[in-house]
């Protein structure tokens, strides 16, 4: 993909940030829990097995549906793992891209990725023809370098990732050190800075594109979306 991800938390967000011309959309729902996974009647009227059908009509661009099911940590429950496993299963029969998600372990006061976990989840995900996105768990562990690593081992396509808004250096090295996995910058991205990861090399971006009421700013994604298309300004 090139362009613009955007992160949405409606159908009709989901709709519009379409049809402003974004690239690819990440389905979640409550923003104020840092995104959990959407209603199933959401993901139904927004499948793009629906694409087809004027009335019912589905998303004709890419997505991929957060698997988490409440706000707080990463750290999981047997059952809550097994939510998991079995969400990105319903998500697989929609016809979405893929699937973001992310488990984390917590060992002398450090949070780790939950290896076992996400490479199952990977794994699962891989089998139904979905690709596997580590969403911002990422940005909890302290060393990226070798996170990044992991992610790969496990099986994860993408990782999104804030360190390009608290260290910008840090995202560069994770650039650089990443193998076949790809990075997503995120957090913070808006139009007045989204040329700089450009110009840095990154062919895509996320972001939610929210304005100062906390609603979809669309002018602000048109913005980006140009920029990202190589139209300056």
Same mark, same amino acid.
């Given at each position: 993909? *090139?362009?613009?991800?955007?992160?949405?938390?409606?159908?009709?967000?989901?709709?519009?940030?379409?049809?402003?011309?974004?690239?690819?959309?990440?389905?979640?729902?409550?923003? %104020? &829990?840092?995104?959990?996974? +959407? +209603?199933?009647?959401?993901?139904?009227?927004?499948?793009? =097995?629906? %694409? =087809?059908?004027?009335?019912?009509?589905?998303?004709?661009?890419?997505?991929?549906?957060?698997?988490?099911?409440?706000?707080?940590?990463?750290?999981?429950?047997?059952?809550?793992?097994?939510?998991?496993?079995?969400?990105? *299963?319903?998500?697989?029969?929609? $016809?979405?891209?893929?699937?973001?998600?992310? =488990?984390? &372990?917590?060992?002398?006061?450090?949070?780790?990725?939950?290896?076992?976990?996400?490479?199952?989840?990977?794994?699962?995900?891989?089998? &139904?023809?979905?690709?596997?996105?580590?969403?911002?768990?990422?940005?909890?562990? %302290?060393? +990226?370098?070798?996170?990044?690593?992991?992610?790969?081992?496990?099986?994860?396509?993408?990782?999104?990732?804030?360190?390009?808004?608290?260290? &910008?250096?840090?995202?560069?090295?994770? *650039?650089?050190?990443?193998?076949?996995?790809?990075?997503?910058?995120?957090? $913070?991205?808006?139009?007045?800075n989204v040329q700089h990861y450009r110009d840095l090399g990154f062919l895509e971006v996320h972001t939610s594109a929210r304005g100062a009421g906390g609603t979809l700013d669309i002018d602000q994604l048109?913005?980006?979306?140009?920029?990202?298309? $190589?139209? +300056?300004?």
């Amino acid at each position: 993909m *090139k362009g613009v991800e955007v992160c949405v938390f409606s159908v009709d967000d989901a709709y519009a940030a379409e049809a402003a011309g974004c690239a690819r959309l990440e389905l979640c729902t409550d923003y %104020s &829990l840092g995104g959990i996974t +959407p +209603p199933m009647e959401d993901l139904q009227r927004l499948s793009p =097995a629906n %694409s =087809a059908d004027d009335v019912r009509r589905g998303l004709r661009v890419s997505a991929v549906v957060m698997v988490r099911q409440r706000g707080g940590d990463f750290l999981y429950s047997k059952r809550e793992k097994k939510w998991m496993l079995n969400t990105i *299963k319903s998500v697989a029969k929609l $016809g979405f891209q893929g699937v973001v998600f992310g =488990a984390l &372990l917590k060992k002398n006061g450090q949070w780790q990725l939950d290896r076992e976990f996400c490479m199952q989840a990977c794994e699962q995900a891989h089998s &139904l023809g979905l690709e596997a996105v580590l969403h911002r768990a990422f940005d909890e562990i %302290s060393t +990226p370098m070798n996170a990044i690593s992991e992610a790969e081992e496990c099986g994860f396509d993408r990782v999104l990732t804030g360190w390009g808004d608290t260290r &910008l250096e840090t995202l560069k090295m994770l *650039k650089w050190h990443a193998g076949s996995i790809d990075i997503l910058p995120g957090g $913070g991205i808006r139009s007045n800075n989204v040329q700089h990861y450009r110009d840095l090399g990154f062919l895509e971006v996320h972001t939610s594109a929210r304005g100062a009421g906390g609603t979809l700013d669309i002018d602000q994604l048109k913005q980006m979306v140009e920029v990202m298309k $190589g139209v +300056p300004l």
